[in-house]
């Protein structure tokens, strides 16, 4: 199980952080990251991190803004700053056991072994 928090509302230019708390699985066997979707686009993978060696990747949108990380032993969070409106979007929380990180970002992430419900961030004035 995912579950996600730290979504909301947010000016442009400011900050915000999600978390996502996993149960039930062997946490540090996996990939966790982060999908976002707007409706009427394909979902795309923003950043994750690979637990079996440390790996993290972003797309190309948010480098330099996002970071990803695993603060303690069953939770990941992404750190947005320099929010954009563009970056207004249902944030999922995803893990998967044999996709490494080199695989998620640009993808849509069909089949992922866990998915979360998702958290609203609009970034707006």
């Known amino acids: 199980q995912l579950v996600e928090s730290g979504g909301g509302l947010v000016q442009p230019g400011g900050s915000l952080r999600l978390s996502c708390a996993a149960s039930?699985?062997?946490?540090?066997?996996?990939?966790i990251g982060w999908f976002r979707q707007v409706p009427g686009k394909e979902r795309e993978g923003v950043a994750c991190?690979?637990?079996?060696?440390?790996?993290t990747d972003y797309t190309s949108s948010v480098k330099g803004r996002f970071t990803i990380s695993n603060t303690n032993a069953n939770t990941v969070t992404l750190e947005m700053n320099s929010l954009r409106p563009e970056d207004t979007a249902v944030y999922y929380c995803?893990?998967?056991?044999?996709?490494?990180?080199?695989?998620?970002?640009?993808?849509?992430?069909?089949?992922?072994?866990?998915w979360g419900e998702g958290t609203l961030v609009t970034v707006s004035s």
């Open positions: 995803a893990a998967d056991y044999n996709r490494h990180c080199t695989l998620w970002i640009d993808t849509s992430g069909h089949g992922m072994d866990y």
């Open positions: 991190i690979s637990n079996s060696d440390g790996y």
């Open positions: 039930g699985f062997t946490f540090d066997r996996y990939t």
